[in-house]
């Protein structure tokens, strides 16, 4: 059989056949790499969970460390949203752009005027308080 024409439309037995195959040795794989890299999977967790819910002269950081993690993800999200077909640019409209639209407005509608925008590197919801 030439698999160039196999879709879900022509052959949905091999088409779901196959993709069961490879969603199991997807999920077979998955302890032995766990097991070989549990050093990783160990102090990694452990030091985030540390960071996070213990108290030290690290405290004073979390706040900023805590933006770039999630502004991180944030753009991760994107990435992975263009790379899986999502690249339409509607996503960039909807996740980034129309939210920061809604922000300017709804802080100006507050403030009678568009207020001073407090450039942040992390953050893109800061405006100076009105006067």
């Known amino acids: 059989m030439d698999f160039g024409h196999v879709t879900l439309l022509r052959h949905p037995v091999q088409t779901v056949s196959t993709l069961a195959k490879v969603i199991y ?24 969970a540390a960071f996070h819910f213990l108290d030290g002269p690290h405290t004073q950081h979390k706040p900023l460390i805590e933006d770039i993690f999630w502004f991180s993800m944030w753009w991760i999200g994107l990435g992975v949203a263009s790379s899986i077909g999502l690249g339409t640019g509607l996503h960039t409209f909807v996740l980034y752009l129309g939210p920061h ?9 507050e403030c009678n005027y568009v207020p001073e925008f407090m450039p942040s590197k992390w953050k893109f919801e800061y405006f100076h308080s009105c006067e």
């Open 101 to 109: 639209m809604a922000k300017v407005t709804m802080a100006s509608n």
């Open 25 to 48: 040795h997807f999920l077979v794989s998955i302890p032995p790499f766990i097991l070989s890299h549990y050093l990783v999977f160990t102090l990694v967790p452990l030091s985030m």
